[in-house]
């Protein structure tokens, strides 16, 4: 249990207002692009039309000739200093700017730097590029064709196959499909998606050539292991570099690779020695920064004819697109992809990917989710609504049968993952509860009847967050730990430096509640800076829901060192022994005599002022925190929806979220971060897809195709939580930000299935348009 | 892309056939398009400049008579062209056909395959699909309008280029044609 604070302290489960607020409501924010250097100058990326096409040829000689233009950077420029390819979050390599072919469109092809934006947009049109068009390979599972196009002529092995990765027990997996009485298979498809953060990636790199200082302002996620791969890759002392991420406007995965762009702005600058701005638009980012998901899925479930489930079997193609970009720092290929058994208790399973190349843009990364736990909360949702549906078994009966029980916690699944704690029904009843699941059912039952369509869904999923134990998870071999620094001021504020960066999460609010929470100090006295790389201690970031598990665990071990030290200090100036003395609340006072105290702010002064015999003086901490495991939140999500027969138009009628993310530190942060992940779950399943015609011509790349949903499209989302801490993070918690964009994808397309269900539908791809659905009313004739 | 279309003249079926068998007179009645040169009996060099909002694509190509059939007033053609500035490219294989009509005049049925990469192509099926439609519509009346001059005139016409579409509105007309959906 943790000992709620005072209002005025404002510690852990207090609904505290967001502090970085009161500057984004004024519009006073400082991202990227308000950054305006002194002498700055522009880059614009010039990108190929074609999906794949072989360079015959580059002159750049018209737009050299602008004026205001200072340098126009090609890729044969690059690979005279060795920066033409750049390394991948996933062993792989990928162009900066493209040398002999390019391979999706919308690759970078040449980089224009002029005196302002508008010159060098314009200096790029100039720039005469002489492409020999190739043959285009789009469906991934075509990659592997005799007659494919091979894309990568870099590679030694002459195939678009990447990667196959297989885990589990393949022998007692079929075994138990051959004497299972029942079986049920879904093909499902998690579609490439963008999230597309509200600010597009961009960065302003700045040399100076007197210090041989490099500053690069950038849109990172992860501003620490930024420098360090920029000193790897370029060969500038990591000292001489630093990375400044200010406000981030949103980042949900696409800003934690390094983007083409910020390479070619630091080349530019180390050559002109002036400060270079790179920002992308909007369909630059949509089209060659990265993609979520694209992942070809089939699951099998082998049960009893009583609905026992007995083995889960997965086969998965997954499309990388010309680069294999995915942001994976497990040791798996596929990541957390094996986590896709889900809730369930069962013995046997056995999963196997296989990664291709094709002529798309490259990434698969982790779209606000952990390395592909998405897909597979998604693929086993879907899969259990497919075997229920099957048996004719409720869908919430049947997940409650086959549900792990709170007392086999911590549970070993068969694919080799350790959950933490769990209580799936419990989060599953108050979920039905809340929104009335007996009286919608009988709702439904006579709508039927009637010819009038509504369907219920439901995902009672386990989410995979905090990355990560540093045996399983680093990026380029930096381990995924991360840190936390706290320094008390004499009169006993403080402020706190992270290895993470916000990007939108509240972290100048919630880190300095923990802070609260463990000293005492009034969350109001404490403030947060992250993201940069001078000042803050090394960490690997903010995304896979790590900071709370990581960084936040770190700040409350790091406070406890304080607090340890305090004591010591409170020992001294209270004339006894530390034995003597217990902690409440923002002092210490002797056992037994309770008017006996000191405060911590008078600690923390005495800490500069009146220091014990043999003790430093200050009175500050650093703690680098390497979790013993992953968190396992989880929850149940129930979405009821209308379809409107002659548009084909599903409304969502309600939609409940119960969570489960341990120990809450603000619960109005929570419920905002839920409020928004619902919200991208349900443009995702409705609404969003990067897709692509069959000559490899971009079908989303903008937002007239790649839709956002608005107020208008969202509906009201009831929030309510479950509380089942982690047992071994500090302080029970195990992050939320990404549970409602897990979750939430399979409690709307089995709602649309379900409400489907009696005319023979199994399965809908997302996204579920307007267009699909009346195609299935008209195929399955309820509608001419 | 598939993309059919037919229209009436009222002119007799053989002087209908030696213009549309004549790709600088039918060139002259596409807007923005121009025959530069004649390479040999069967091919040309030719370019089209298509600006749709602000994006303008100038293709530079070839043109190719593949069959000529004038026993059944049949003729195939393929046009090729890349963008100058390398950001795309296109091609259009077109079957036209004329039919003599009871009251004398001719039906010109065309059935073309378009094939669009690059920037104009990310606009999606409904913008170049309504694109074609306005520049089908110019087509249909400067055709008309060509073939209704003495012989003279259209051979004059020819050695100019005709009058690039008018940009501005194009992306407009487009834009009204994504939610007018009439066909037009």
Redesign the interface.
């Known amino acids: 249990m943790i000992t709620k604070t005072s209002p005025e302290i404002g510690g852990m489960g207090h609904s505290i207002k967001r502090k970085e607020d009161s500057r984004f409501i004024q519009g006073k924010g400082n991202y990227v692009d308000d950054v305006h250097l002194p002498g700055m100058v522009y880059g614009h990326m010039v990108r190929s039309?074609?999906?794949h096409a072989r360079l015959k040829g580059i002159n750049t000689e018209k737009a050299k000739a602008l004026h205001g233009v200072l340098a126009v950077i090609t890729g044969e420029d690059l690979a005279k200093a060795n920066l033409a390819w750049m390394p991948t979050l996933f062993f792989d390599k990928q162009m900066v700017l493209a040398t002999g072919k390019v391979l999706f469109?919308a690759q970078e092809v040449a980089f224009v730097v002029a005196e302002d934006q508008y010159t060098a947009a314009d200096a790029a049109?100039?720039?005469?590029?002489?492409?020999e068009?190739l043959p285009v390979l789009v469906d991934p599972h075509k990659a592997t064709d005799p007659d494919a196009p091979i894309l990568r002529e870099d590679r030694e092995e002459k195939s678009n196959h990447i990667f196959h990765w297989e885990v589990g027990d393949k022998a007692a997996t079929d075994k138990a499909f051959q004497n299972a009485p029942v079986k049920a298979t879904v093909h499902a498809i998690s579609q490439r998606c963008h999230p597309a953060p509200l600010e597009t990636c961009g960065c302003v790199a700045d040399f100076n050539k007197a210090t041989e200082k490099l500053t690069i302002y950038l849109t990172s996620q992860a501003p620490h292991a930024h420098r360090t791969l920029f000193s790897i890759v370029g060969g500038i002392p990591e000292q001489n570099i630093r990375v400044i991420s200010p406000d981030i406007g949103g980042g949900f995965g696409n800003k934690v690779p390094i983007y083409p762009g910020y390479v070619c702005a630091v080349v530019a600058s180390l050559t002109l020695g002036l400060p270079v701005k790179w920002i992308e638009t909007r369909?630059e980012n949509l089209?060659s920064t990265g993609f979520a998901r694209d992942y070809h899925m089939t699951a099998e479930l082998a049960a009893t004819s009583d609905g026992r489930i007995q083995a889960l079997r997965v086969k998965t193609l997954a499309d990388h697109g010309a680069f294999n970009a995915a942001a994976q720092p497990t040791k798996f290929p596929a990541g957390l992809f094996s986590v896709c058994t889900g809730s369930y208790d069962f013995p046997a399973a056995f999963c196997e990917v296989d990664g291709v190349y094709t002529n798309k843009a490259p990434g698969g990364i982790a779209y606000r989710c952990s390395f592909r736990i998405t897909e597979a909360a998604y693929l086993i949702e879907r899969a259990v609504d497919v075997l229920a549906s099957q048996l004719k078994i409720d869908p919430a009966e049947f997940r409650r049968k086959n549900f792990i029980q709170p007392d086999q916690f911590p549970y070993k699944t068969p694919l080799g993952w350790t959950y933490d704690s769990g209580n799936y029904e419990g989060a599953l009843n108050k979920a039905l509860d809340m929104i009335g699941y007996n009286e919608l059912r009988q709702e439904q039952a006579e709508k039927r009847k009637k010819g009038e369509l509504m369907g219920i869904g439901i995902s009672s999923f386990t989410e995979a967050v905090g990355a990560g134990p540093a045996h399983t998870f680093d990026i380029a071999g930096i381990k995924m730990f991360d840190s936390a620094e706290i320094r008390i001021h004499p009169t006993g504020k403080a402020i706190c430096r992270m290895g993470t960066k916000s990007q939108g999460q509240g972290h100048e609010t919630t880190y300095a509640q923990i802070v609260a929470q463990e000293l005492g100090i009034p969350a109001s006295d404490v403030i947060i800076e992250e993201g940069d790389t001078d000042t803050a201690p090394y960490g690997l970031g903010t995304y896979a829901s790590r900071s709370t598990p990581t960084s936040g665990a770190a700040t409350a071990i790091a406070a406890r060192k304080i607090r340890d030290k305090a004591k010591k200090i409170a020992a001294h100036l209270l004339e006894c022994s530390d034995e003597d003395l217990e902690w409440e609340t923002g002092k210490f006072f002797v056992k037994g005599a309770p008017s006996k105290s000191k405060t911590i702010q008078e600690i923390a002064f005495a800490a500069y002022t009146n220091i014990p015999a043999g003790l430093e003086a200050g009175l500050e901490a650093v703690d680098y925190y390497d979790p013993p495991n992953l968190t396992f939140p989880f929850g149940t999500y129930i979405c009821v929806v209308d379809i409107d027969k002659g548009t084909g138009e599903v409304k969502v009628r309600r939609f409940v979220a119960v969570d489960d993310c341990g120990n809450v530190i603000n619960p109005m942060i929570v419920q905002g971060q839920i409020h928004g992940g619902l919200t991208e779950g349900l443009a995702i399943a409705f609404m969003q897809l990067i897709d692509y015609?069959e000559?490899?011509?971009?079908?989303g790349?903008?937002f007239m195709?790649y839709l956002i949903p608005t107020a208008v499209e969202t509906p009201h989302w009831e929030t309510g939580s479950t509380c089942t801490p982690s047992p071994h993070h500090p302080f029970g918690a195990k992050g939320v930000g990404e549970s409602p964009n897990v979750g939430s994808p399979a409690a709307f397309v089995n709602a649309v299935v379900d409400a489907l269900s009696h005319l023979g539908v199994k399965h809908i791809d997302m996204p579920i348009t307007p267009w699909k659905v009346w195609n299935v009313l008209h195929e399955k004739g309820v509608v001419n | 892309m598939r993309i059919e279309k037919t229209f009436q003249v009222k002119e007799p079926l053989d002087k209908v056939w030696d213009f549309l068998s004549d790709p600088r007179k039918v060139a002259a009645c596409v807007p923005g398009a121009k025959i530069t040169e004649q390479i040999d009996e069967k091919t040309y060099k030719g370019a089209i400049s298509v600006k749709v909002g602000p994006s303008v694509t100038d293709y530079k190509g070839e043109v190719t008579i593949l069959r000529l059939d004038p026993v059944n007033y049949e003729i195939e053609i393929l046009g090729k062209g890349q963008d100058v500035r390398g950001r795309g490219s296109a091609s259009m294989k077109m079957t036209g056909k004329l039919t003599a009509l009871a009251d004398g005049g001719v039906e010109v049925t065309s059935v073309s395959e378009l094939n669009v990469v690059g920037i104009l192509a990310q606009m999606g099926a409904r913008v170049i699909n309504e694109v074609s439609n306005i520049m089908f519509g110019e087509f249909t009346k400067n055709f008309q309008a060509r073939l209704a001059q003495p012989s003279d005139a259209a051979e004059n016409a020819t050695e100019a280029a005709s009058t690039p579409i008018r940009a501005g509105s194009l992306a407009w007309q487009a834009a009204k044609g994504v939610f007018r959906r009439d066909g037009t």
């Open positions: 039309p074609y999906a469109q049109e100039l720039v005469e590029v002489d492409y068009e369909s089209q015609d000559n490899g011509n971009v079908q790349g903008s195709d």
